[in-house]
């Protein structure tokens, strides 16, 4: 399954987004096109990219109207050149104008993290550390967005609130200090959910060490601090992860890299990007 089974859910929302957007009916088209009239639509990029969301793009106009044909041109995750026809959609012209810009708001969207999640992956050729990314998503768009980064050769951090303990500052200030959360912790979950311990200094990597962290985060620490946080957790427990966070940026992500931590988490990928340009033309007009 596209997206670990929330099929489902996504044709939900894709039916509350066209309610959004359609309402009463497309206006303009109702007034200016005769019924029955029927057309091809070309889907084509107008900037070269990674492409994400061609089968998301096919669920929409399925909805619109299920006479309409969809065919893809390109494959989710492959890069193209401007100009690539990417998809053409055939049928009532009614149809394809009214699933137009919702289709292609959701493909420009995905397309632009995947192809963003690309160029940090790029960034780390030839070193071990894995990207992933963030809870920092589009409400009501995290299955789509982490689908993207996915299809752009990132991983996933995990998906809501329910899946891990990341204990942060505010909870080790809550809770009194990094041991008494991770024991509350440990008291209280499964077996198979992992704890995480957000740290900011040599001091708390320490405590986090002591009270048996499955995952280290070291935040927003500089390059030489991380190294020597990286080294002294690999040498009193080889086990644990260890992650890097904060303000990762393009020109630093390699040299955070570097440090040797296992993981590093960029919220850039899915709050902090440009959506790749795609448009639709009817009857095989294409823009140069």
């Known amino acids: 399954m596209m997206f670990n089974g929330y099929n489902e859910g996504l044709i939900d929302a894709i039916r509350g987004w066209l309610r959004e957007d359609v309402g009463s009916g497309d206006v303009t088209t ?9 057309s091809k639509g070309i889907i084509h990029a107008k900037q070269a990219g ?19 044909k969809f065919t893809a041109h390109v494959q989710d995750g492959q890069f193209v050149a401007k100009g690539t026809i990417l998809a053409e959609v055939e049928g009532g012209t009614h149809s394809v104008l009214t699933g137009e810009r919702l289709a292609l708001n959701l493909l420009q969207r995905l397309s632009g993290i995947a192809t963003r999640t690309k160029t940090f ?23 789509l967005e982490k689908y993207a980064v996915r299809v752009g050769g990132g991983s996933n951090h995990r998906f809501g609130l329910y899946d891990a303990v990341m204990i942060k500052d505010n909870h080790i200030k809550g809770a009194g200090g990094i041991a008494q959360a991770v024991s509350r912790a440990r008291a209280a979950i499964p077996h198979t959910m992992t704890i995480e ?40 427990a080889p086990h644990v992860k260890t992650e890097a966070s904060g ?8 040299g955070i890299a570097e440090s040797g931590v296992d993981i590093i988490s960029v919220g850039r990928l899915t709050y902090s990007f440009e959506s790749l340009d795609i448009s639709l033309d009817l009857n095989g007009k294409k823009e140069g």
Request: glycine letters at 6%; aromatic letters at 2%.
């Open 247 to 254: 303000n990762v940026s393009l020109e630093t992500i390699r």
């Open 50 to 68: 990674v492409i994400a969301g061609l089968p998301v793009a096919r669920l929409v106009f399925e909805l619109v109207d299920p006479g309409l």
């Open 197 to 236: 311990v957000e740290t900011e200094s040599l001091e708390q990597v320490e405590e986090a060490l002591r009270a048996g962290a499955d995952i280290i985060m070291l935040d927003n620490m500089p390059p030489e601090l991380m190294k020597e946080a990286v080294m002294r957790i690999k040498a009193q």
């Open 121 to 143: 992956v790029d960034a780390l050729e030839g070193l071990p550390a894995r990207l992933v990314d963030t809870r920092k998503t589009t409400p009501g768009h995290r299955m």
């Open 30 to 38: 109702a007034v200016t096109i005769p019924p029955g009239h029927e």
